[in-house]
C-alpha cells in the first residue's frame, strides 16, 4: 500500500482505539464532545455494512461477479452468534427455562439437533465461519463449473437467498420464526447492554473493518488479484493462457461470504436482533448499492459507500420515512448514469487521481 493508504489506516485505528472510547466513556454526557451510546450504535452497525460492502467490492468489482445474495450469508453468521447469544439467556427468559422462549412457547421438550454445541462461544465463533463458507463453497463450485454468468448468476444467488428467507421464517426450523432470535442478555457471561461492552464491541468491529481492508488491499495488489481482474476483462484470454478460472472464482466467492458471514456475527450483539428480513432480497440490492455509490474496484469506496447511504438512511426514516425507498432508487439512478465511478470517482476527478494510480 501507498503511504497515504497506511496514514489512513493509523488514522483509522487512532479513532477506533482512541478517540472513540474517551468520547464515549470519558467524556461527560453534557459535553459537546460526548459520544452517545446511539452513535456507537450506529456507526458499529454501519461498520459492519462496510465488511459487506468491501466484500462486494472482491467479487464484483475486482472479479465481475454481481451476487445478489450476499444477505444470506451475512444473515447465516448472525444466526449463528445469535444461537450462542440464546443460549447465554439462561433462565433469565419470560418461561424461566433453559430453552429459549420460542421453544417453550411451541412446546419443544429438547434441542434440535442442530443446536448441539449452541452453547459453547467457540464452536458457534466457527460456525459463523464454517456454515456461510461451506454454503457458498457448494454453490459456488455448482454455478461456476456451469459457467452460469451475468444477469443469470444474479438471478439464481437472489433465488438462493430468497429461498432461505422463507425456510427461515417457518417455526419447525428451530431459528425462532418470523421473529427470530432477540432479548439478549450476555455474551461471554458479561452482560451486553453495558456502555462497556457495547464499546468493546465497537471497537472489535473497527479492527474487523480496518484488517479486512489491509487484507484485501495485499491479496488485490498479489499475483491473485491481478488474475481476478483479468478474469473480470477477459475471462477467455485467462483461460487460453492457462489459469483456472473456476479455482480463482470459486476462492473469493469463498472469502466474500465469510467477510458476510463474520460482519453478521458483530451485528447481532450490537443491533440485539436476528430475523429472516436479513436474508430479504432487498438486502442483498443493497449491498450492491453501497459497492456502487462508492464507487466499485476501489476497496475504500465501498466502505464510503456503506457510510453514506446508510447514514442517510438514519437521517432519512426519521425525517421523512416515507421518501427513503425514492431517495434510495434516485440515488442508485443517479450513480448508474451520472457517476459510474461512485463517490470516489468523483473525489479523484477532482483532485486530479487518475484511474491508474495507486490510493
Same mark, same amino acid.
Given at each position: 500500500m501507498s503511504l497515504k493508504s497506511w496514514f489512513g489506516v493509523l488514522a483509522s485505528l487512532l479513532a477506533v482505539l482512541v478517540v472513540a472510547p474517551v468520547l464515549n466513556l470519558m467524556v461527560p454526557p453534557d459535553s459537546v464532545f460526548h459520544m452517545s451510546d446511539f452513535a456507537v450504535l450506529l456507526i458499529g452497525k454501519i461498520m459492519c455494512y462496510a465488511i459487506c460492502a468491501l466484500a462486494m467490492d472482491l467479487i464484483w468489482g475486482y472479479t465481475g461477479i454481481l451476487s445478489l445474495g450476499h444477505g444470506l450469508f451475512f444473515a447465516l453468521g448472525g444466526y449463528a452468534m445469535g444461537m450462542y447469544l440464546m443460549r447465554q439467556i439462561g433462565r433469565d427468559g419470560q418461561y424461566q427455562s433453559d430453552m429459549p422462549d420460542f421453544m417453550v412457547f411451541l412446546n419443544w421438550k429438547e434441542f434440535p439437533w442442530h443446536w448441539a454445541g449452541s452453547d459453547s462461544f467457540l464452536f458457534q465463533a466457527a460456525m459463523v465461519v464454517l456454515v456461510p463458507g461451506l454454503l457458498a463453497f457448494i454453490f459456488g463450485y455448482f454455478a461456476f463449473r456451469s459457467r452460469i454468468k451475468g444477469v443469470y448468476f444474479s438471478?439464481?444467488?437472489?433465488?438462493?437467498?430468497?429461498?432461505?428467507?422463507?425456510?427461515?421464517?417457518?417455526?419447525?426450523?428451530?431459528?425462532?420464526?418470523?421473529?427470530?432470535?432477540?432479548?439478549?442478555?450476555?455474551?461471554?457471561?458479561?452482560?451486553?447492554?453495558?456502555?462497556?461492552?457495547?464499546?468493546?464491541?465497537?471497537?472489535?468491529?473497527?479492527?474487523?473493518?480496518?484488517?479486512?481492508?489491509?487484507?484485501?488491499?495485499?491479496?488485490?495488489?498479489?499475483?491473485?488479484?491481478?488474475? /481476478?481482474? *483479468?478474469?473480470?476483462? !477477459?475471462?477467455?484470454?485467462?483461460?487460453?493462457? %492457462?489459469?483456472?478460472? @473456476?479455482?480463482? =472464482?470459486? +476462492?473469493?466467492?469463498?472469502?466474500?461470504?465469510?467477510?458476510?458471514?463474520?460482519?453478521?456475527?458483530?451485528?447481532?450483539?450490537?443491533?440485539?436482533?436476528?430475523?429472516?428480513?436479513?436474508?430479504?432480497?432487498?438486502?442483498?440490492?443493497?449491498?450492491?448499492?453501497?459497492?456502487?455509490?462508492?464507487?466499485?474496484?476501489?476497496?475504500?469506496?465501498?466502505?464510503?459507500?456503506?457510510?453514506?447511504?446508510?447514514?442517510?438512511?438514519?437521517?432519512?426514516?426519521?425525517?421523512?420515512?416515507?421518501?427513503?425507498?425514492?431517495? /434510495?432508487? *434516485?440515488?442508485?439512478? !443517479?450513480?448508474?448514469?451520472?457517476?459510474?465511478? %461512485?463517490?470516489?470517482? @468523483?473525489?479523484? =476527478?477532482? +483532485?486530479?487521481?487518475?484511474?491508474?494510480?495507486?490510493?
Open positions: 438471478i439464481i444467488t437472489q433465488a438462493m437467498t430468497f429461498a432461505a428467507m422463507l425456510l427461515f421464517f417457518r417455526n419447525e426450523t428451530g431459528f425462532g420464526g418470523n421473529n427470530g432470535f432477540t432479548d439478549f442478555k450476555r455474551i461471554l457471561g458479561i452482560t451486553i447492554t453495558t456502555p462497556q461492552m457495547k464499546m468493546f464491541l465497537f471497537v472489535l468491529t473497527g479492527l474487523t473493518l480496518i484488517g479486512f481492508f489491509v487484507f484485501a488491499r495485499w491479496l488485490i495488489a498479489s499475483k491473485f488479484g491481478r488474475v /481476478l481482474q *483479468a478474469i473480470r476483462d !477477459a475471462e477467455g484470454r485467462v483461460m487460453f493462457t %492457462g489459469y483456472d478460472p @473456476l479455482r480463482y =472464482k470459486l +476462492t473469493i466467492w469463498v472469502i466474500s461470504a465469510v467477510m458476510c458471514g463474520i460482519a453478521g456475527a458483530l451485528y447481532v450483539p450490537q443491533v440485539g436482533i436476528i430475523n429472516p428480513s436479513e436474508m430479504s432480497p432487498a438486502a442483498s440490492i443493497e449491498m450492491a448499492i453501497w459497492a456502487a455509490v462508492g464507487g466499485r474496484a476501489t476497496l475504500i469506496g465501498p466502505i464510503v459507500g456503506a457510510f453514506f447511504v446508510n447514514g442517510a438512511k438514519s437521517w432519512f426514516t426519521q425525517a421523512f420515512p416515507e421518501f427513503w425507498l425514492y431517495f /434510495l432508487g *434516485a440515488l442508485f439512478i !443517479a450513480v448508474t448514469l451520472f457517476l459510474p465511478q %461512485g463517490i470516489i470517482g @468523483l473525489v479523484r =476527478k477532482f +483532485t486530479g487521481h487518475k484511474d491508474g494510480e495507486k490510493a
